[in-house]
T-cell receptor, first 111, second 114 residues
């Protein structure tokens, strides 16, 4: 079963704009991770935020985590056509090690 | 190898047949995960190994699905009496020891049951 849900399910923006994707989850977590998947199959890890962190940056990526609301957001600034992909949040439950994925947001960046 | 390797990359099988999907994790990674993903969906958790043992197999949909990792490295996902509903991309990932580390994914095996 899916642990999280992303919204929106699909997002289409112009190149140069910012893209924001949200993730909600259900249980207490150890950490939350964001992954990207291009058309095809492999998922690539983007960023990990621990339950005691509120915000994290990596290049053009900014992730926030609100454990009281059980939600996270991924912001991609100054988007590029190459950012077109599906983005998934994944959670590691507190006291566990397995990784559970959400339903994903399909991002399209129009050149 | 440098990354997680899955073989075969594609598998077409007839309904009712048995299939094996193989995953070679990154050397030294003790955690190994199997997921399956249908078109337009997120990866669905199947089973998680820590070393040789299945730490959590709660995601296996029924007893036709089984996975092993006898030496704590290579893993095989086995599906008996395949059904058309088993058609999906099967993803394998591995991660290094310790909780909360990133997972590295293979390119997946696309299984088609006809």
């Amino acid at each position: 079963s899916q642990q999280g849900e992303e919204d929106p399910q699909a997002l289409s923006i112009q190149e140069g704009e910012n893209a924001t994707m949200n993730c909600s989850y259900k249980t207490s977590i150890n950490n939350l991770q964001w992954y990207r998947q291009n058309s095809g199959r492999g998922l690539v890890h983007l960023i990990l935020i621990r339950s005691n962190e509120r915000e994290k940056h990596s290049g053009r990526l900014r992730v926030t985590l609100d454990t009281s609301k059980k939600s996270s957001s991924l912001l991609i600034t100054a988007s590029r056509a190459a950012d077109t992909a599906s983005y998934f949040c994944a959670t590691v439950k507190a006291g566990a090690n397995n990784l559970f994925f959400g339903t994903g947001t399909r991002l399209t960046v129009i050149p | 190898g440098a990354g997680v390797s899955q073989t075969p990359s594609n598998k077409v099988t007839e309904k009712g047949k048995y299939v094996e999907l193989r995953c070679d994790p990154i050397s030294g990674h003790t955690a190994l995960y199997w997921y399956r993903q249908s078109l337009g969906q997120g990866p669905e958790f199947l089973i998680y190994f820590q070393g040789t043992g299945a730490a959590d197999d709660s995601g296996l949909p029924n007893d036709r699905f089984f996975a092993v990792r006898p030496e704590g490295s290579v893993s095989t996902l086995k599906i008996q009496r395949t059904e058309r509903g088993d058609s999906a991309v099967y993803l394998c990932a591995s991660s290094s020891p310790g909780r909360g580390t990133e997972a590295f994914f293979g390119q997946g095996t696309r299984l088609t049951v006809v």
